[in-house]
């Protein structure tokens, strides 16, 4: 299995911009998870999903920040519209079980908003 | 006082040292450690976990969980070039699940050749 992939890699964008980052999780995986890492706050996590059905999404910074997972094999995060404090790096991780102790991460998707 | 705390550094050692990571903690339900790599550019990998006080040792890892005290540690002998990475310590609560897990900000860990 390729692991996680997640798109694009790298993103710039202008304020106010809608965002739109994809993941593509491990197959058979049955938990997704989409969080965001920054200097000031480190690893958070913004939502996960348990077959493709959104459980916790507390850490959604705000509204302007929403996720779907349309089936077993894709998910997005869309920001809209985006905002400066919204640069960050963005992981997806997906794992077989909840207790996430074999959590695979995708690369991320470095998010700049300008 | 924030769940979790981790010192950032950088922690510079020269290779074949003896690093050690350390996390501190204010949350006693806590009951899973585990301890995450990440290279630069990269996403985070799960290194090693505990469950509950005690000792686990892998190859040239060793990963301490002090409850008592809400301290736990991540030992490397004979440091490498390629063990150069930040090293997040992460906690869960009993049960497990995705919501009781807490990371640290991460310790850039840098081993001179």
């Known amino acids: 299995d390729a692991g996680v992939i997640q798109s694009p890699r790298h993103e710039v964008t202008e304020m106010g911009q809608e965002v739109t980052l994809r993941c593509k999780p491990i197959?058979?995986?049955?938990?997704l998870f989409w969080y965001r890492q920054t200097m000031m706050r480190g690893l958070e996590l913004l939502i996960y999903f348990n077959n493709n059905v959104p459980i916790d999404d507390s850490g959604m910074p705000e509204d302007r920040f929403s996720a779907k997972m349309p089936n077993a094999s894709f998910s997005t995060l869309k920001i809209q519209p985006s905002e400066p404090r919204d640069s960050a790096v963005y992981f997806c991780?997906?794992?077989?079980?909840?207790?996430?102790?074999?959590?695979?991460f995708g690369q991320g998707t470095r998010l700049t908003v300008v | 006082q924030k769940e979790v705390e981790q010192d950032p550094g950088p922690l510079s050692v020269p290779e074949g040292a003896i690093v050690s990571l350390n996390c501190t903690y204010s949350n006693s339900a806590f009951q899973y450690f585990m301890w995450y790599r990440q290279y630069s550019r990269k996403g985070p990998e799960l290194l090693m976990y505990t469950y509950s006080s005690g000792n686990k040792e892998d190859g040239r890892f060793t990963a301490q969980v002090d409850k008592s005290s809400k301290y736990i540690s991540l030992f490397i002998r004979d440091s490498q070039p390629s063990d150069s990475a930040t090293y997040l310590c992460?906690?869960?609560?009993?049960?497990?699940?995705?919501?009781?897990?807490?990371f640290g900000k991460g310790t850039h860990l840098i081993i001179q050749p």
């Open positions: 197959s058979g995986h049955d938990y």
């Open positions: 991780a997906s794992s077989l079980g909840s207790t996430q102790l074999e959590a695979f």
């Open positions: 992460a906690m869960g609560r009993a049960g497990g699940g995705a919501d009781g897990l807490t």
